[in-house]
């Protein structure tokens, strides 16, 4: 593989993300792409992704403005839709902080970029094993979508590499210290854009992981020391 190898990478902003965004800074020229969607914390994910993009020095950054979610709605995570719920961990159960197909259309728009610019790879940092069980976040879904995505764009070996999909959150913790990746300039909690909830179930999975890795979380540590 070599190192000039252009990587479109989904970044939100969040650990995951951020994550796989330092997997593929390793191995690739990264094209940057973030969503503005109208969700809660749409500023603070927005100031995560610049912060990131600056550590990782990503060259090639884009930014889509999705508002036709909003007109869709459904989902709790996007402002007006209800109240974030208190966390099931219930496998059986989507959450109402699902954001119906969203995974699949950002992928199609990596698609659309990665076919613009030569891309071979499409990096999503979606977690399966250790998540609130989003269908679009499933081993099945990423490895059909990469199909769709080969015979549809100009990029007959497009790869769709979800590189934490099977690990749980303290796996992830782990191996992003161990990669010095800044997490302080993360975001997870789902309510808030300033200071985080602690109590939804992106905020407790988050407090989970780090505790299982045996790591203090630098934003809760910033947080509780203002």
């Avoid at 939100?12 to 800074?25: F, P």
């Avoid at 995570?77 to 099931?88: C, R």
């Avoid at 969203?102 to 977690?127: K, Q, T």
Wanted: some cysteine; hydrophobic content about 40%; proline content about 4%.
């Amino acid at each position: 593989m070599r190192k000039r190898d252009k990587a479109v990478v989904l970044l939100s902003g969040g650990m995951d993300s951020a994550t796989t965004l330092a997997i593929a800074a390793e191995r690739h020229s990264v094209i940057a792409l973030h969503f503005n969607y109208h969700q809660r914390t749409e500023k603070r994910e927005l100031w995560c992704f610049n912060k990131l993009s600056r550590y990782y020095r990503v060259k090639k950054k884009i930014i889509i403005d999705m508002d036709f979610l909003r007109q869709i709605g459904g989902s709790t995570l996007i402002k007006g839709e209800g109240k974030i719920p208190l966390p099931a961990f219930k496998k059986d159960r989507i959450p109402s902080t699902y954001v119906p197909f969203r995974n699949g259309i950002m992928l199609s728009v990596a698609a659309a970029v990665a076919d613009r610019f030569g891309a071979e790879y499409i990096y999503i940092g979606a977690v399966e094993a250790d998540s609130s069980g989003y269908p679009d976040c499933r081993i099945s879904f990423i490895e059909n979508f990469e199909k769709a995505v080969r015979r549809g764009t100009r990029v007959p070996e497009l790869k769709i590499v979800a590189p934490l999909i099977s690990m749980s959150k303290a796996e992830i913790v782990r191996k992003g210290i161990e990669m010095g990746v800044p997490y302080e300039y993360t975001w997870s909690c789902y309510s808030s854009d300033k200071i985080p909830c602690l109590r939804c179930e992106s905020c407790l999975l988050r407090a989970r992981g780090f505790e299982g890795a045996g790591q203090k979380d630098p934003v809760a540590v910033r947080m509780l020391n203002k």
